[in-house]
């Protein structure tokens, strides 16, 4: 696959909620490394894992691309996205809030997969939008 098409199909799987499809994309030795989330997520196990707790918090999350731009080392993904807090996300309750985020992601694509993922996104701005802090 080109990294256009590893983009859109990781966009396709993401806003489908499809954890295996998704992590089909991955290498199995990905790192992926959302700054502002904590430490670095390595393994395809572990990648899969993150992606199927996610969904069960947010049932209706979405990603929108606002920019995708391809070099000959990354993708990187502008997006705008989403979603309503409904499910227990580590030791988090639900609050039936919404949100909607911008943030950037970076991706290195190598033989068709996913190498590695860097994200950026406004956590404090997230966090307060579906409650957990004030």
């Avoid at 996300?89 to 860097?118: D, M, S, V």
Wanted: charged share 20%; with cysteine.
């Amino acid at each position: 696959m080109t990294p256009d098409e590893v983009i859109t199909a990781w966009l396709d799987a993401y806003n489908a909620r499809d954890a295996h499809a998704l992590i089909a994309l991955y290498h199995d030795d990905a790192e992926v490394f959302q700054v502002a989330a904590g430490p670095p997520l390595h393994g395809r196990d572990v990648l899969f894992e993150n992606f199927v707790a996610f969904f069960a918090a947010f049932p209706d999350n979405y990603t929108n691309p606002v920019n995708v731009i391809h070099t000959d080392a990354w993708s990187i993904v502008e997006w705008q996205g989403g979603g309503t807090f409904l499910g227990k996300l580590g030791e988090w309750e639900p609050t039936g809030r919404h949100f909607e985020i911008r943030g950037c992601g970076f991706f290195r694509i190598g033989g068709g997969k996913i190498a590695y993922q860097r994200g950026y996104f406004d956590s404090l701005g997230w966090f307060r939008q579906i409650g957990v802090v004030a």
